[in-house]
Every structure is written in structure tokens, then in C-alpha cells.
């Protein structure tokens, strides 16, 4: 059974801090990376995808990606107060049908 | 710009009732289609998916069954509700594998 695991948190951070986000998933053929926010009671609103080692920044938004450790991480910098919510890391399987979501982090930004 | 619809928003049905979820897309051609659910406090769990017509993949053995009558529609069945059938129902696509997957708003069922 394929995993993507994520830390549940909750994580607090104060308003304009840095939110470092980390999951790790088992699928070594894995070829795309995703993360998405939930705010409660909403469906999931893609934020951020990665496909190649590194870093790819959009915004206040940075994914970063390391296949070889099979690790995905995101990090929110100035955090606001409306990036509180729920922030699933979603990995697809080797053959880019199914994509395996972890359970989620919680982030808190207190102002 | 591509849309995606799924109704109704919320529902409450009795157990051992039926069920009939329906999920459109628009402003695309011969999307992959996709079925979660999400259990309180849960993960979002994947149920079917469809790279065309016809065509149904299903992730975990269950009560639900899916169709896909026409290009751009899904629809989520079950003939007799349980009550662990309750939970968050997301449709999802996506233009092609490994693409990024967009959902719509959800349906929220409770079982009584």
C-alpha cells in the first residue's frame, strides 16, 4: 500500500512567520507532487505542484522536492492569519492514475 | 475556463436507503474523473476513478458503485446505505495523468 505521511500537527506560527510544511511518501516512481489547502468544512484548492528536484516558488508559497530522500516539503513565508487551515501533500502513483493523499497538516497563524 | 459541479450540497438519508451522487464537468474533453470521500478527522480516501468512458477503477472494495455515462459525467451510487457510508464526497479532474487534480465543492452525507 503506497503511504504519504504527514505530520497532523497542529503547527502555530505568529503572523509573518515561516510555515515549513513536510510530508514523505513511499512510491519511489512517484513523478508529481502536490499540495493543497483545506479550510474546514471546504473542499481541498490546489496551491503549489513540483515535478523536478528543488524548489519551485510561487509567490508567498516555495515547494521544495527531494526524490532520493522521498520528500516534499512547503514552506509559507509572512503567514497570514487566512492560511490557517488544513494542508494535504498529495503524491500519485507510479503510473499517474491514483493520487495518494496524507491526512494533513494543521496550521495555525495567530495574529 | 473549466468548471466542475456536484450536487447536492448536503444530504441526509436514512440507512438501507439509496444513493445517486452526480458530478459535471465543463469547458474540457475526456477528463479523468475521481471519487473521495473524507470520514471525520480522516484523510481524503480515493473510491473510483474513469480515464474515459465507461471505464471505472475501483480503489477499495465497498458498497458504493460509479458509472460514467457520458464524457463529462460521474455519478456515485449505492444501493443500500450503512451508516460508515457518512462523510465528505469530493468529485475531482484532471486533463490528463499525473496533472493537477481540481475539485468541486462537495457533498456532505449523513446516514440517520
Known amino acids: 500500500q503506497k503511504e504519504v505521511e504527514q505530520n497532523s500537527g497542529p503547527l502555530s506560527v505568529p503572523e509573518g512567520a515561516i510555515a515549513s510544511l513536510n510530508c514523505t511518501y513511499s512510491?519511489?516512481?512517484?513523478?508529481?507532487f502536490f499540495w493543497y489547502r483545506q479550510y474546514s468544512g471546504k473542499s481541498p484548492e490546489l496551491i503549489m505542484f513540483?515535478?523536478?528536484?528543488g524548489d519551485k516558488e510561487d509567490g508567498r508559497f516555495t515547494a521544495q522536492l527531494n526524490k532520493a530522500s522521498q520528500y516534499v516539503s512547503l514552506l509559507i513565508r509572512d503567514s497570514q492569519p487566512s492560511d490557517s487551515a488544513t494542508y494535504l501533500c498529495?503524491?500519485?502513483?507510479?503510473?499517474?492514475?491514483?493520487?495518494?493523499f496524507g491526512k494533513g497538516t494543521t496550521l495555525s497563524v495567530s495574529s | 475556463s473549466q468548471t466542475i459541479h456536484q450536487w447536492p450540497a448536503t444530504l441526509v438519508q436514512p440507512v438501507g436507503s439509496p444513493l445517486s451522487l452526480e458530478c459535471t464537468v465543463e469547458?474540457?474533453?475526456?477528463?479523468?474523473l475521481y471519487w473521495y470521500r473524507q470520514a471525520a478527522g480522516r484523510g481524503l480516501q480515493l473510491l473510483f476513478y474513469?480515464?474515459?468512458?465507461?471505464?471505472i477503477s475501483s480503489e477499495v472494495p465497498q458498497n458504493l458503485s460509479a458509472s460514467r455515462p457520458q464524457d463529462r459525467q460521474f455519478i456515485l451510487s449505492s444501493k443500500k446505505l450503512l451508516l460508515s457510508d457518512s462523510g465528505f464526497y469530493l468529485c475531482?479532474?484532471?486533463?490528463?495523468?499525473?496533472?493537477?487534480?481540481?475539485f468541486g465543492d462537495g457533498t456532505r452525507l449523513s446516514i440517520l
Open positions: 475531482a479532474w484532471t486533463a490528463a495523468n499525473n496533472q493537477p487534480q481540481h
Open positions: 512510491d519511489r516512481g512517484s513523478q508529481s
Open positions: 513540483i515535478y523536478s528536484n
Open positions: 498529495a503524491v500519485y502513483n507510479q503510473a499517474g492514475t491514483a493520487l495518494i
Open positions: 469547458g474540457t474533453s475526456n477528463p479523468n
Open positions: 474513469s480515464v474515459g468512458i465507461g471505464q
